[in-house]
């Protein structure tokens, strides 16, 4: 039982983090049991459980995840599957990548959440043991490789070895596969057998043990974001959920200071027969009768734990690079402030699509190994992500087209311009084509500037069409009189 429980001594330094970040990312009940708020000198249990029912959590933890998955996973990557497009095994994991209905892209985009919050996960291919002669016969028993998703806290020891040719490889992954109160299964992956125990209490049963059919772990570690020890991650949140808890607790002090001010406290002797009504009473034990009084705390400090929190929300804005994303007021930054913003979002919104390409990259590898195929496939993540701010960016171009600029190429550009930041791709290219086709204000065509010149009496029929290499018309050798209104005389 020793060595089925046996955890790695990183595991046993980042489990009680792990549980902190997965518990500021869940909230509700969860971040409520966690039990974050700083108790009271002379709290009893019953005062600081009612404290927890009341204070509300601003979860920003979460907000910060899914901003991110958000932006990576707006334009979904793209897949060259090379002679393996028609595969139906290849098809059907992209349909049903985990054996739970989830397709390839939501399994990812899953994955990378979670990663983002632990800082890490194992993604592990399997395929199940199921004698088949050929493969129609897998096809038509569903058999083929699925992936399964294991969070930090149920792998509990694994092992790196630095392999002849330099690279590092995975030599063993013990993982808890699930747990029912004194009940749990593990399975030991090594590099040549699989082993599955069950453990009922203190004893450890091998239930089943099997050859490794591929001679590698078919274990994949997604990164949130790399740290210096190897199958450890860095959680997006680290920061961010400590400063959550600091608001945490403020947001109580909120809470407690609003409902004492509302409903000061009572203080009278045992003797004295009173009710606070709302508010709590305090009863002072003495053998001289005391007046009874209202003890009610000054609402002044309220003010101050409110813009406390103000900066701290600022501070998360600040570190997760999300000032301009997050704002809910007025934007008081330069327009280089923004920009550079923008950039540093964006290089680490770049960076974590590199590893999700990366992890991919290698299940597919291992998908290539089940199947006993050679892989061709090619992933690509975005490595750009379109962070712009268009409300400012569209002010701009409206003060530049009403700037005075007379070049109709600038004109043209402008609403180039425009049309690009309102309009979708579909819509983009005829309205750039309309754009080139269309007159500017100030551009005419030949004949409507004769037909103006002739309107207005500046020149004859005969003198346009003596201009264009026509013959003379009858009648046309005389500019068009322009007759003048008659002014109506007033009355005498």
């Not at 790695?8 to 509700?28: C, I, Q, T």
């Not at 707006?74 to 393996?84: K, Y």
């Not at 309309?434 to 003198?463: C, L, P, R, W």
Request: proline content about 3%; aromatic content about 8%.
């Amino acid at each position: 039982m020793d060595s089925i429980s046996k955890t790695h001594d990183v595991y046993n330094l980042n489990a009680p983090k792990w549980e902190f970040f997965l518990r500021s990312y869940m909230g509700g009940n969860d971040y409520r049991d966690g039990e974050y708020l700083l108790k009271y000198i002379l709290e009893d249990k019953t005062e600081y459980q009612k404290r927890l029912d009341l204070t509300p959590l601003d979860n920003h933890c979460k907000n910060v995840i899914n901003i991110y998955s958000s932006f990576i996973w707006r334009l979904p990557p793209t897949r060259n599957f090379g002679d393996l497009v028609e595969d139906q095994a290849l098809k059907s994991f992209l349909k049903d990548a985990d054996m739970d209905g989830r397709s390839l892209n939501s399994f990812m985009s899953e994955a990378q959440m979670w990663s983002g919050v632990y800082g890490h996960v194992w993604l592990i291919m399997d395929k199940p043991a199921v004698i088949a002669n050929t493969r129609a016969d897998e096809l038509a028993q569903q058999v083929r490789p699925y992936l399964t998703l294991i969070t930090p806290e149920n792998v509990f020891d694994w092992n790196y070895e630095r392999s002849a040719n330099g690279r590092y490889e995975l030599t063993m992954l013990k993982v808890r596969e699930w747990i029912d109160d004194d009940r749990s299964f593990y399975r030991i992956w090594e590099k040549d057998t699989i082993k599955g125990y069950e453990v009922i209490g203190e004893e450890a049963k091998l239930i089943e043990k099997m050859d490794n059919p591929l001679g590698i772990i078919p274990a994949v570690c997604l990164y949130g974001n790399r740290s210096p020890i190897r199958g450890i991650g860095h959680s997006d949140i680290t920061d961010v959920a400590y400063m959550q808890r600091a608001i945490y607790n403020e947001l109580s002090e909120i809470e407690q200071l609003i409902r004492i001010s509302n409903h000061p406290s009572l203080v009278k002797s045992v003797d004295t027969d009173a009710g606070a009504g709302a508010g709590s009473v305090i009863e002072v034990s003495d053998t001289d009768s005391i007046k009874p009084y209202l003890l009610q705390p000054s609402g002044g400090n309220l003010d101050a734990i409110r813009a406390s929190i103000t900066d701290k929300v600022e501070a998360i804005n600040r570190m997760t690079h999300m000032g301009a994303v997050r704002a809910t007021d007025a934007q008081t930054k330069s327009g280089v402030a923004l920009q550079t913003e923008f950039q540093l979002l964006n290089a680490k919104l770049s960076e974590k699509a590199d590893l999700l390409e990366l992890a991919e990259e290698q299940l597919w590898n291992l998908f290539a190994m089940w199947q006993g195929i050679t892989s061709e496939i090619m992933v690509d993540y975005p490595d750009t992500f379109d962070l712009r701010d268009y409300g400012t960016e569209l002010e701009f171009l409206q003060r530049a087209k009403a700037s005075g600029v007379n070049s109709p190429t600038f004109k043209k550009g402008v609403d180039k311009a425009i049309a690009e930041l309102v309009l979708s791709d579909d819509d983009l290219a005829q309205a750039t084509m309309e754009i080139e086709e269309a007159k500017t204000m100030g551009e005419f065509e030949d004949a409507q500037i004769y037909k103006y010149h002739i309107d207005s009496g500046v020149v004859s029929k005969n003198e346009v069409r003596s201009d264009l290499g026509l013959e003379a018309v009858s009648g046309g050798d005389s500019p068009i009189e322009m007759i003048q209104p008659s002014q109506q005389s007033g009355g005498e």
